[in-house]
C-alpha cells in the first residue's frame, strides 16, 4: 500500500524556521518525484516545491523562493522541505504528493499527482 506522511509542521514565530519531513512507503521513492503543496483556510492548494527523481533540478514557488529548500533521501525514503524566514502567509495545511513523472511546466497541479499524504498544519504567528 503507497503511503506518505508529512510530520514537523506546528507553530513558530515570524521569522522562525520549521523542518517539514514526507515518509513514503509502499513504492520506490527513487522513481518519483515529489512535491510538497500547501492549503490555508478558504484558498485553493498550491504547489509550494517540487524535486525530480534524481534531485535535480527543484522547483520552487516564487513565494517561498531563497525561505524553503527541498531535499529528499532515497535510500531513507524520506523528502525534507526546510522552511526558513517564515511568515505569517505561510500559514496552512502542508502535504507532500507523489508523480512517477513531472512536467516540468505541471509540477504545481495537484490534479496531476497519483499519491497525497494527510497534511501537516504550519501556523505562522504574527
Known amino acids: 500500500e503507497v503511503q506518505l506522511a508529512e510530520s514537523g509542521g506546528g507553530l513558530v514565530q515570524t521569522g522562525g524556521s520549521l523542518r517539514l519531513s514526507c515518509a513514503t512507503s509502499g513504492f520506490t521513492l527513487a522513481n518519483y518525484a515529489i512535491t510538497w503543496f500547501r492549503q490555508a483556510p478558504g484558498k485553493e492548494r498550491e504547489g ?7 534531485g535535480q533540478p527543484t522547483y520552487y514557488a516564487e513565494s517561498v523562493k ?7 533521501d532515497n535510500a531513507r525514503n ?4 526546510q522552511m526558513d524566514s517564515l511568515r505569517p502567509e505561510d500559514t496552512a495545511v502542508y ?3 507523489a508523480k512517477s513523472w513531472v512536467i516540468t511546466s505541471a509540477w504545481n497541479r495537484p490534479d ?3 499519491y497525497w499524504g ?9
Open 48 to 54: 509550494v516545491s517540487c524535486i525530480r527523481r534524481s
Open 66 to 72: 531563497g525561505r524553503f529548500t527541498m531535499s529528499r
Open 78 to 81: 524520506l523528502v525534507y522541505l
Open 95 to 97: 502535504y507532500c504528493a
Open 112 to 114: 496531476q499527482y497519483d
Open 118 to 126: 494527510q497534511g501537516t498544519q504550519v501556523t505562522v504567528s504574527s
